[in-house]
């Protein structure tokens, strides 16, 4: 054995999460046709960041890393968004 | 094994695995300026981008998306499969997710083949008469799509590698730093993709 804190995640848990992504997927597609408004893209990106958010917690295991890595991980990505956000902002309100 | 060579070994897991994190943060903000581009540009031509995007096959997108997604749990359960030594199963596992990969390529081809016909290519007479902001979406189509499929037959060969490293058994059941590091490569395909697929093909 690798060592005996390695957690093994079960092969229902991973097909429990595809469900849960495609769902997801299908409710995204669907959504294009209701008409939010202004907020479709709203919707649209925040089923997407629900969805990368469970691919990083499941399936590339972020769970069951250590805290050193999950805190790396979600600072990196509060970092991208943050980036993202206030650029796009200072262009439009520009 | 010796106390001392399993504890190494978990030193050599973690810093491997340490290493592909930043790796995959590097490729995460080589794809978010993309990205931001693609925001800047969409803002200031809003209704172009509506019409270019009408262009795109939704049903093609969706059918790609699903084909990543289940090759990402593919991916997945082959780490389960080779920690509890299961390897027939992992190697199968790795190869349904080369195949998944393979289709989502083939629907690309198909999906590209189509817009040459009609000569919608980067450089192209007909792109070039069309209004910028049109122009621009398909600019980043091909620039972003291209790039992502850059990244899925990067990740094929990986992939394949790790078949052959398991099969020879330098990849085994106390040894998988390799299969790890290919899967959070392959998911960070996936990832990237979960992003362009609604901006890209579900423009309303």
Same mark, same amino acid.
């Given at each position: ?15 429990? $999460? ?7 997927? &299908? ?8 008409? @939010?408004?202004? @907020? ?14 469970? $691919?990083?917690?499941? &399936? ?7 805290? &050193? ?6 600072? $990196? ?18 | ?5 399993? /504890? ?10 340490? !290493? ?19 925001? %800047?540009?969409?803002?200031?031509? +809003?209704?172009?981008?509506? *019409? ?5 096959? *939704? ?12 090759? +990402?749990?593919?991916?997945?359960? +082959? #780490? ?10 992992? %190697?199968?596992? #790795? ?30 007479? %007909? ?17 972003? *799509?291209?790039? /992502?499929?850059?990244? %899925?037959? #990067? !990740? ?5 590698? *790790? ?8 990849? +085994? ?13 392959? /998911? ?17």
């Amino acid at each position: 054995m690798k060592n005996e804190e390695t957690h093994i995640s079960s092969y229902t848990s991973h097909a429990y $999460v595809l469900i849960a992504l495609l769902i997801l997927t &299908f409710i995204s597609v669907a959504a294009t046709g209701w008409h @939010f408004g202004a @907020f479709t893209v709203t919707v649209a990106l925040l089923i997407a960041s629900i969805k990368v958010a469970t $691919v990083i917690i499941n &399936f590339m295991h972020v769970k069951h890393e250590s805290l &050193f890595i999950k805190a790396m991980v979600s600072g $990196v990505f509060a970092l991208f968004a943050v980036v993202i956000i206030i650029t796009f902002i200072d262009y439009y309100l520009r | 094994m010796s106390t001392q060579a399993i /504890h190494s070994e978990q030193i050599e897991s973690e810093t491997g695995k340490l !290493g592909m994190w930043i790796f995959l943060f590097t490729e995460l903000f080589l794809f978010g300026g993309l990205f931001l581009v693609y925001a %800047v540009f969409r803002a200031k031509y +809003s209704s172009d981008f509506h *019409t270019a995007a009408a262009e795109l096959n *939704t049903y093609i997108g969706t059918l790609n998306t699903v084909f990543l997604l289940v090759s +990402s749990m593919t991916v997945a359960m +082959s #780490i389960t499969a080779i920690q509890k030594n299961q390897k027939n199963l992992a %190697v199968l596992l #790795i190869a349904i997710t080369i195949i998944l990969a393979g289709l989502f390529m083939l629907n690309k081809y198909f999906e590209w083949s189509h817009k040459f016909e009609f000569k919608i290519y980067p450089g192209s007479e %007909v792109l070039k008469n069309l209004p910028q902001g049109e122009l621009l979406f398909f600019g980043l189509y091909y620039m972003m *799509t291209g790039l /992502h499929a850059l990244h %899925v037959m #990067i !990740g094929m060969i990986l992939l394949t590698i *790790t078949i052959f490293k398991i099969r020879k058994g330098t990849v +085994s059941q106390s040894h998988y730093l390799h299969l790890e590091n290919s899967g959070l490569y392959w /998911h960070l395909v996936d990832l990237i993709w979960i992003f362009l697929f609604p901006l890209l093909y579900l423009i309303t």
